[in-house]
């Protein structure tokens, strides 16, 4: 039988499954490890900037967690950190500050079981590798890979450690995403056949400060700039590319069972000229035309897109949009041969379109997901509303660190693994490669080596995480 039609199998089959008949998830475990369930989680943190303390923040209101350490070279950040923790009542963490690679000091700790990895993205590699050879289990921030090879050795280490890695994509837990999820589970948009999303959001007060203040005080960057100015917008003046491309990406491949039944297996990506980050500088008031970083050349496009090819047939649109002016808005699209939902805004339940033929009486009119939302609201959010009320972008964030957590403590695999990670991390390189080349087309690499045929679908199949 080919893949399209193990395709069509498998929705009609979904269609009538309940969330309490799928398939288990894997041990988490497969290397030796002496965690016990009725244990605290020990962790450690490697950053502790403004994402970091998010995470910091979540943890420290937890009775099954021990905050242990904190590594980072920022004074300002640990102290601010030490702070989240002293107003939750707990021990204070200790600290490795002595330059930037005091880190593996805190690795070397034998009283930490896992780490929280939220540093810039060139760290990403030697800290989540190192961290799984000391035999910690990671959860890491997302971003995406400074070269492909990155993308192997993160499997490499894993398949030679059996540690496991935790991508931490938080989109993926939406509360209107997962109620899409939930809907193209029960079979409503019938085959899937195309998707979109993408990371479309005004960075320009982002990667622009003061050095004093992070978002929307000034044109500095690099050595005068603060927080992530001070090294995300860099990568701006190098690279062009998809740069970030697991926002947009991670809710997409879930629909689609990528690496679980499914695989992404070509690219082609092209990218617009670049004026905004220039515009932005020079119009600024602490700016202007002579402003020594308005003569600094970007080599980013403002609009970047990347269109992708599945091995069932399926097509994936991306899009890059953070250097001009424009409201926050993912763009997600998901179209079968049943029904269609496009998202505009920031995900409330109100901020959508959706269209079913059949159930709409081949209206040709499109009505807003509001009630379609509510109806099929995911359990897993039914479930924790109150819990995740408050936690960063609109609760999702929640879901991430409670997935971490609980994962550890049961001993169940992580929704999303170093397999995903190395996959959805490899189109930024790949995607620079492409628009290097003239748009030219770009093979994605199966980091599964063949398991994707045989790995079941785990994400978003319970009410628990």
Not at 232 to 244: I, Q
Not at 288 to 314: L, Y
Not at 350 to 371: A, D, L, P, V
Request: aromatic share 12%; net charge neutral.
């Amino acid at each position: 039988m080919d893949n399209t039609s193990s395709r069509r199998n498998f929705i009609k089959t979904a269609a009538l499954a309940s969330f309490g008949a799928l398939v288990l998830p894997n041990s988490l475990f497969a290397y030796s490890n002496d965690f016990k369930s009725d244990k605290k989680v020990r962790v450690g943190f490697i950053g502790v900037g403004l994402r970091g303390q998010e995470h910091v923040k979540l943890l420290a209101k937890r009775d099954d967690v021990e905050i242990v350490a904190f590594a980072d070279p920022d004074k300002r950040m640990l102290l601010a950190s030490q702070k989240i923790l002293k107003d939750h009542n707990k021990s204070a963490a200790q600290e490795f500050s002595n330059g930037e690679y005091d880190y593996r000091n805190l690795l070397k700790l034998k009283t930490i079981d896992a780490v929280v990895i939220a540093t810039p993205w060139e760290w990403h590699l030697p800290q989540g590798t190192e961290a799984m050879r000391a035999r910690k289990i990671v959860g890491m921030e997302v971003s995406g890979a400074i070269k492909l090879q990155d993308c192997w050795e993160f499997v490499k280490v894993y398949e030679e450690t059996k540690v496991p890695i935790f991508m931490m994509e938080n989109v993926c837990y939406r509360r209107d995403i997962m109620a899409v999820l939930n809907m193209v589970r029960k079979g409503m948009f019938g085959e899937l056949v195309h998707g979109r999303g993408g990371y479309q959001h005004d960075l320009r007060g982002v990667l622009f400060n003061d050095g004093v203040t992070p978002y929307n005080s000034g044109a500095e960057f690099g050595e005068k700039g603060f927080s992530e100015a001070h090294w995300r917008t860099e990568h701006y003046v190098k690279r062009n590319g998809e740069l970030y491309p697991t926002h947009g990406l991670g809710p997409v491949a879930v629909m689609m069972d990528i690496n679980r039944g499914n695989r992404l297996t070509r690219l082609s990506s092209f990218s617009s000229k670049s004026v905004g980050l220039h515009k932005y500088i020079a119009e600024h008031p602490k700016g202007g035309e002579n402003h020594p970083n308005a003569k600094v050349k970007f080599n980013q496009g403002d609009i970047v897109t990347t269109q992708i090819a599945c091995a069932n047939g399926e097509t994936i649109l991306l899009t890059h949009d953070t250097s001009l002016q424009r409201p926050y808005d993912l763009g997600f699209r998901v179209q079968g041969t049943e029904g269609l939902w496009q998202d505009f805004g920031w995900g409330d339940f109100n901020q959508g379109n959706i269209y079913f033929e059949k159930t709409m009486n081949h209206s040709h009119r499109w009505e807003n997901t509001e009630k379609w939302m509510k109806e099929f609201d995911h359990p897993i959010w039914k479930k924790f509303e109150n819990t995740a009320a408050g936690a960063g972008h609109g609760g999702m964030d929640f879901f991430v660190m409670n997935t971490f957590i609980e994962c550890i403590k049961r001993n169940i695999e992580f929704p999303m693994d170093v397999y995903d990670l190395a996959l959805w991390y490899s189109i930024t390189p790949l995607s620079e490669e492409s628009i290097a080349k003239g748009g030219q087309v770009v093979d994605i690499p199966d980091f599964t080596n063949g398991k994707w045929k045989t790995r079941k679908p785990v994400f978003g199949m319970t009410d628990e995480f």
